[in-house]
């Protein structure tokens, strides 16, 4: 079992920007795709970013496409997400998880990741 733990999250202007952090550990934690998700009360998990486990390969949601950048340093067993542009919609709780296939698959699936942060909040004001 892989346990990932998210910080960085924070209230912020229209515009501005955030950084969040992706702490993972565990025996396999290095080994994984890892994926970014967001939530508001009331909606489905939505798919945000996943990362190869080399970080050579990136993909993102359509609605973060040219804002959001995700990176991983394995060296600290860490997933970052930089948030720039934000606007209200971005508004959620953002939630870290790896994948649960073990495969090489960005996938943007919340049925295929597993081992869920507790998730960090991130408010965006108008």
């Known amino acids: 079992q892989v346990q990932v733990v998210e910080s960085g999250g924070g209230l912020v202007q229209a515009g501005g920007s955030l950084s969040l952090s992706c702490a993972a550990s565990g025996r396999t934690s290095r080994t994984r795709v890892m994926g970014w998700f967001r939530q508001v009360p009331g909606k489905e998990r939505e798919f945000v970013a996943a990362?190869?486990?080399?970080?050579?390969?990136?993909k993102n949601g359509d609605s973060v496409k040219g804002r959001f950048t995700n990176s991983r340093d394995g060296a600290k067993n860490t997933a970052y997400l930089r948030m720039n542009s934000l606007q209200p919609e971005d508004t959620g709780i953002y939630y870290c998880?790896?994948?649960?296939?073990?495969?090489?698959?960005?996938?943007?699936?919340?049925?295929?990741?597993?081992?869920w942060g507790q998730g960090t909040q991130v408010t965006v004001s108008s």
């Open positions: 990362i190869s486990k080399s970080g050579d390969r990136t």
């Open positions: 998880a790896v994948d649960a296939t073990y495969s090489e698959r960005l996938s943007s699936s919340v049925d295929d990741f597993e081992d």
